[in-house]
T-cell receptor, first 108, second 114 residues
Framework: DAKTTQPNSMESNEEEPVHLPCNHS???????IHWYRQLPSQGPEYVIH???SNVNNRMASLAIAEDRKSSTLILHRATLRDAAVYYC?????????FGKGTHLIIQP | KAGVTQTPRYLIKTRGQQVTLSCSPI?????VSWYQQTPGQGLQFLFE???????NKGNFPGRFSGRQFSNSRSEMNVSTLELGDSALYLC?????????????FGPGTRLTVL
């Protein structure tokens, strides 16, 4: 059973910020929240991960709700190369749980 | 360093046959996980191996099996292939999958069952 819920698709304009939500209401205390993205004809690639605190890296930011039941991946300035399927994944002692992913469409 | 490699990249089989897919993890990584990706179901976790032992398993029938060798290379086997087994099979490696470790995915093996 999927433990993460994401919108099927989202659309944004180039050079604007994008907020991709993920709900994980049954997250356990030891589950890490990971985000991966998959470009066409490629395997998924790592974007960012966190446990409790918000995280920033050169690709994106991850905002984690205080109760950890949801998180948001933030792309600060979307480019056409960011068009991909974004997966929110819980990784913990019980293994990995995928959502269906959000297909992000970037309009020029 | 070299990434995760999967062989073969493409495979065509017929119903009832069996297939073995191979995954070579990044050097130093001891955990290998396998996933099935189909258009309808998305990415689904098959199993994870760490130090030659299956540590976690997804909800797949017993026709799907795997193993890991002492050099961390892993194979997955699907017996008695069905049309629905047509999918992209992805392998990912990490140091132990303890939550905080990044998974590195290979390019996948595209299996077509006729």
């Amino acid at each position: 059973d999927a433990k993460t819920t994401q919108p099927n698709s989202m659309e944004s304009n180039e050079e604007e910020p994008v907020h991709l939500p993920c709900n994980h209401s049954t997250i356990s205390g030891t589950d890490y929240i990971h985000w991966y993205r998959q470009l066409p004809s490629q395997g998924p690639e790592y974007v960012i991960h966190g446990l409790t605190s918000n995280v920033n890296n050169r690709m994106a930011s991850l905002a984690i709700a205080e109760d950890r039941k949801s998180s948001t991946l933030i792309l600060h300035r979307a480019t056409l190369r960011d068009a991909a399927v974004y997966y929110c994944i819980l990784i913990g002692a019980d293994g990995l749980t995928f959502g269906k992913g959000t297909h992000l469409i970037i309009q020029p | 360093k070299a990434g995760v490699t999967q062989t073969p990249r493409y495979l065509i089989k017929t119903r009832g046959q069996q297939v073995t897919l191979s995954c070579s993890p990044i050097s130093g990584h001891r955990s290998v996980s396998w996933y099935q990706q189909t258009p309808g179901q998305g990415l689904q976790f098959l199993f994870e191996y760490f130090s030659e032992t299956q540590r976690n398993k997804g909800n797949f029938p017993g026709r799907f099996s795997g193993r890991q060798f002492s050099n961390s290379r892993s194979e997955m086997n699907v017996s008695t292939l069905e049309l629905g087994d047509s999918a992209l099979y992805l392998c990912a490696s990490s140091r132990p999958v303890g939550g905080g470790d990044t998974q590195y995915f290979g390019p996948g093996t595209r299996l077509t069952v006729l």
